[in-house]
């Protein structure tokens, strides 16, 4: 949760988020770069990070409400300063200024504009924004968690956007490197995939390098795609063209259990939840977790905002998995009818070839597509009749009571029919 | 109250009845064989379903009362109001499955040409799915549930009634091709009757007895059997030691359809139990409805009646439990009292009494040559005079009714 987060982080976030709507504004092939530089050997050892886009230019109102929440660091840790550099496209000058963080909105001494350097050669147009801070005790830890961080922007492989990190670790015998690079193909995907699609594909991806643990696709987890199944579904609280609102997005990626499995798969049997906003990886909000827990996943049933938004772009997911794969996600109550299933297909074929009658055998061999008298053993008949009374249920899965009550009754009645037969607890039966 | 005698005339009831046919095992085969087809047809068409199973409801709301025109029976019947089992509803899953594993089980009985009792059936049953059957009612159930739907009677499905039964008494039996059996000179526990209603049917019966006496407690039956009081009051004695069965019906029904002017009497305990006993005994029970209804005798309450509450002890009385209020309620609302009966069932009710050893003490007194040990005391050798006053009055008003002697001796 944010709370948990450094105001380091925080506002590592919002600010590559920043960058990520800047490079979404701009509408043609951007790059976001971060840097980050680790000074180790100093006291206290700090970080000096930047983050450096070729989207549009910046007017500043976005940094003006930068507020990470400060007041806990202390000033030794970290000025509060922000060095930005941006231009437009159409400016003849590349703009420097050095926002103050700590200092109140309306102050003065916010915002210090520095002298414009001018753009000699070239139309481009871009921002780079740098900070050093000593808040990060444990550097590791740190890097720790932006490389995941990273990761999970790739993941979205928004259009248009590439994106890479670069490390630097600063020490006495010199200095080291680590890059992170996203591959070209995520780059270079056809415009025309809409967002859902592509997250749908990186996270298959991500799935099949197990979360990004390895280089390539796990050959011993996955022989084939076919081993994922996945849904998506799309929900929009947008009334017009011109209103406001929101659009969600999900992906559900779900795959079932191998004979064989690799060890990090062993280790990782979990789920896992990822949320973005605005196309940043952020901590899932509360609104979420209030949407995925108030899913009654064993039927789906609606109930009843942001957190009706979200619920209902999940709950179109997972209708999109059960509709693609039969008997995937049933709800509870089907699967209490399919306990039952394997017990009353038994019954039927023993009744079948209990019977002395050839023609009756034969009969019920063709009804049920079977070859031939002698390749009917109770164990085909069984596994036939199984397999058809479960893909009845399947089907009528999610089916409201009344679609699901309406089948034909064995033999014709005359009488009234009643919807259905209630046990009878107390009646004494004569013996 | 009196039913209403247009719906209880029997042709308006015949229409509406509907009945549990008895049939030869190759139809009831033949029956199983189209149910499990249907379901396959279904299972398999275009637009596949899994066909739900219509039983005809036993329950009060489809249940009638049926008034023969040529003879005073009366009995209780079902219409053809039908509820449909379904698999698709959770709870009803199990009850589906139930009734299907009791269809298979009862088609290899037919096929193998045997008869099995209820109870091997529930010993079978468990063997073969113990998650489905529990207990013997549960087993009886679904018996009943497959009767419901495949409109055949209980024993055209190969399923034996376990009865309990016993008849003693001044009547001769003739099992084809077996010995002949005297019920007058046998030991107290009676002639045990058979579960197989093809062997009662096919007793030979012959009988001087003026009356057939039902008795509720074993206990009593054998007590008056010891004391040979068929030969005093010439009668047969029959008991199902408690609540009847089947069998024991049939026999009933067989004897008084053999000798039509013996007089049925029943003797019972008096309270709502004893009377719904009796019920059943007169119109059959909605439960088996479906084939109860033919057994149906008119049978008359002897006792205990609430005239004889006067001279019994408060001692022996006591306290209705929570099963007999039960049962007197559901009688209470039920069609098929008379208003005597339902007086005397409301006064069970208001005075909470319930008397079930009495029964035993009142009987002592019924034998005039009785030496044994008396439980109640001076008070009660009146009553139980009394009650056997009663008898013998009837008893010697029959007699002088009847123009011809009647009496058939062998």
Redesign the interface.
Known sequence: MATDFSSTRRLFRSLIYLAVQRCRIAETLCRLSISIRCFRVSTPPFVRISISDTGVGSSLVEFQDLDPGMCSVSSDKWDGMLSITTTGIRDKDIHNYRLNLREALTSKSRLNTLPPTRKNHGTFSGTEVCFSTAEEDNVDDFMAWVFPFVQKIFLLKTPNLAVDLTVEHTENLGSRYNHLLQETDDIYLPLSLSNNERLLLSLQSYVLRHRNALDKECQLCFTSRDHLQFGTGVASNIQNVRGSGQIVEVAIVITSVQSQCCLWRLNHATSQVMYFQEFTPFSVSQSSIDALTSINWRNYERTSADRNLIKKAVKIALDDLKAKYAGLLLSF?SI??RN?VP??SR??A???L????PE?HS??AS???LQSNDACTKETVDAC?RE??I???EM?DGKMKVE??S?????E????????????KD????? | MEPNLLESSLFYADQRLCSAEILPPSQVRARIEVAVLNFLKNLTASNPTISNLPLISRKYDNSGLRHGLLSDVSSVFLSHSVCARSLMRANNAKAFVRVWMVMAMCFRILVQGKLATQRELFYKLLCDAPEYFRSQRQVNRAVQDVVALLRCTRHSLGIMASSRGAVIGRMVLEEPGEQIVDCSVIGNAGYAITGDLCTLSKLVLHSDARYIIIIEKDAIFQRLAEDHFFNQIPCILITSKGYPDIATRFLLHRISQTFPDMTILALMDWNPAGLAILCTYKFGSVTTGLESYRYACNVKWLGLRADDLQIIPQQVMMQLKPHDIKTAKSLMSSKLLQERYQAELSLMQRRLYRLITFNVILLHEIREKSSKVHRSGKRNAVSGKRAMRRLVRAHARTRRETSANCCERK
């Open positions: 109550h209490k009818i039952h017990d009353l019954t039927l023993g009744l079948i209990s019977s002395n009658d009756f009969e019920c009804l049920l597509g009749i058809k009374i893909r009845i249920i009528n699901r009550g089948a034909p009754c064995l033999f009645c005359e009488g009234q029919v009643k919807e259905h037969c209630p046990e009878d009646d004494s039966v004569e013996e």
